[in-house]
């Protein structure tokens, strides 16, 4: 599906740092308020999912992410922007 939002990725990456740090690890992975993230066993690449969005961020700050809706996407977002805040 063609992206039609512009993801922050070092938003994401705080938000991922946030997730590791308070949420509960299950395996190799953490899950904190709706989300969960995991690495790649180097650590370069990272991994953060909702039940309907999956972002994938690169080295280089590269990323991909997958969803069905704008809608979606756009409560994916939201739930980044809110878990940055608080």
């Known amino acids: 599906m063609e992206q039609e939002h512009k993801i922050d990725v070092k938003q994401a990456l705080r ?5 590791t740090r ?3 690890k299950e ?3 953490w ?3 709706g989300l969960t993230a995991s690495a790649d066993f180097d650590g370069y690449t990272v991994f953060i999912k909702s039940a309907k969005v999956a972002l ?4 280089h700050n590269k990323y991909s992410v997958e969803y069905s809706s704008a809608r979606d996407l ?3 977002v939201d739930l980044l922007q ?3 805040r608080d």
């Open 82 to 84: 809110i878990l940055d």
């Open 22 to 24: 308070e949420g509960q």
């Open 56 to 59: 994938t961020i690169f080295f």
């Open 15 to 19: 938000v991922f740092n946030r997730i």
């Open 27 to 29: 395996g190799d992975q």
């Open 74 to 76: 756009q409560e994916f």
């Open 31 to 33: 899950r904190y308020r």
